[in-house]
Each structure stands twice: as structure tokens, then as C-alpha cells.
């Protein structure tokens, strides 16, 4: 099975800052990785596929890349509405999976 | 509107089984993998399996966590996915979501509600 480790778990920051989230892969996936967006109480939606693929409504601040092993999701400048959870998902294998999430928080 | 919509999450106790449905509406059902995937209480995603239609014969995968315990069933011409889960234990109390699988690439871009499923004596 394929491990996807995310980092940092918890990541504290403010409006309009530029951050980045990290999610690395046990072995290579190409190019096979997802991005979401969970905010509590509310389903997952889908920021990125294909590593590097904006999804189609989803804010151009966003923004994915990386190939292989590691991979990184960036927002531009943060908004209020980005305080929220993050996972990174591998389709690579018939098994997919993902990782752990990471928690943007407010500083 | 492209819509999923899951059924059947209740109290079971450990051991049990429980049977839960998806209906798809709002596009081409036969086109679309479709995956399940659990959030358990405060914790994050879980990859459960997929069962893609019947142009592939309704083969389907499964995680680890869960292989020979759960069974995915598939009907292209009623647009739904149903769920199986035998020997549940306290380890699969959560939320259980269907999921479409984005045909462009990957990436799963419609999510039902979810259906919760307490296991508990």
C-alpha cells in the first residue's frame, strides 16, 4: 500500500499570507494525487487533480504541484474562507489513499 | 444538479451487518467510478474501495481495512451503488460517503451527504 504522509499537521496563519502544505508518497504516483478541502461539518470538495489541475470553480489562488514523491499545495494569499482542513488523496494504485490531514488555523 | 445521495447509516452492534444505498442523478451514471469513502469521528479520510460499471464488468477494489468483510454491488440501469458491511466492528463507526470519481483525470468531485454508521453494543 501507498503511505501519504501530509505536513504540517496544524498550520497557523494569517489573512494574506501565502502558504504551503506538503504531502509526500511512500513511491511514485506520477502525477495520480488530489487535493480537498474540508470545512467542519461539510462534505470534502475537490481543489486539485492530477497534481496540478484546478478544479473547475475553485479559486485560482490555489494552486497544486509536484510529480513522483512530493508534491505541495499552495494558496497565494489567504482568505477568510480558507480556514479549513486539508488532505491529499493518491490515485496511483488500486488502492487509493490519503493522507492525514492538515488543519489551517487562524493566528 | 449532478447529485448523490447516501441511505441506511444506523446503530449497529459489533458483529453485525448493515446494508447502505447510493442513488446517483444528474449525469451519465454508467460513465463514473464510484467510491466510498469513511471519515471515522474527529479523524480524517478513508479510502474504503470503488466499483466501476458495467462496461468493466462491475469489478470493484477494496482497501485492506476492509476486504472480505464489505461488498460493493453495483445496478448501471437503476443508477446505484449499494454498500454491504459484515463483522462490523467499533472500528467502522463513521460517516459513510459515495463518491463520483472525476472521468478528466481523477479526483473525486461529487460527494454525497454521507450516512452515519454507529457500531456499538
Known amino acids: 500500500d501507498i503511505q501519504m504522509t501530509q505536513s504540517p499537521s496544524t498550520l497557523s496563519a494569517s489573512v494574506g499570507d501565502r502558504v504551503t502544505i506538503t504531502c509526500r508518497a511512500s513511491?511514485?504516483?506520477?502525477?495520480?494525487l488530489a487535493w480537498y478541502q474540508q470545512k467542519p461539518g461539510q462534505v470534502p470538495k475537490l481543489l486539485i487533480y492530477?497534481?496540478?489541475s484546478l478544479q473547475s470553480g475553485v479559486p485560482s489562488r490555489f494552486s497544486g504541484s509536484g510529480s513522483g514523491t512530493e508534491f505541495t499545495l499552495t494558496i497565494s494569499s489567504l482568505q477568510p474562507d480558507d480556514f479549513a482542513s486539508y488532505y491529499c488523496?493518491?490515485?496511483?494504485?488500486?488502492?487509493?489513499?490519503f493522507g492525514q490531514g492538515t488543519k489551517l488555523e487562524i493566528k | 444538479e449532478e447529485q448523490l445521495v447516501e441511505s441506511g447509516g444506523s446503530l449497529v452492534q459489533p458483529g453485525g451487518s448493515l446494508r447502505l444505498s447510493c442513488a446517483a442523478s444528474g449525469f451519465t451514471f454508467s460513465d463514473h467510478y464510484i467510491d466510498w469513502v469513511r471519515q471515522a469521528p474527529g479523524q480524517g479520510l478513508e479510502w474504503i474501495g470503488r466499483a466501476r460499471g458495467k462496461a468493466l464488468g462491475y469489478s470493484t477494489d477494496y482497501a485492506a481495512s476492509v476486504k472480505g468483510r464489505f461488498t460493493f454491488s453495483r445496478d448501471d440501469s437503476k443508477n446505484s451503488v449499494s454498500l454491504q458491511m459484515n463483522s462490523l466492528t467499533t472500528e467502522d463507526t463513521a460517516i459513510y460517503y459515495c463518491?463520483?470519481?472525476?472521468?478528466?483525470?481523477?479526483?473525486?468531485?461529487?460527494w454525497g451527504q454521507g450516512t452515519a454508521v454507529t457500531v456499538s453494543s
Open positions: 488523496q493518491q490515485y496511483h494504485s488500486q488502492g487509493d489513499s
Open positions: 492530477m497534481a496540478s
Open positions: 513511491q511514485n504516483i506520477g502525477s495520480w
Open positions: 463518491v463520483r470519481r472525476n472521468r478528466a483525470g481523477g479526483g473525486l468531485d461529487v
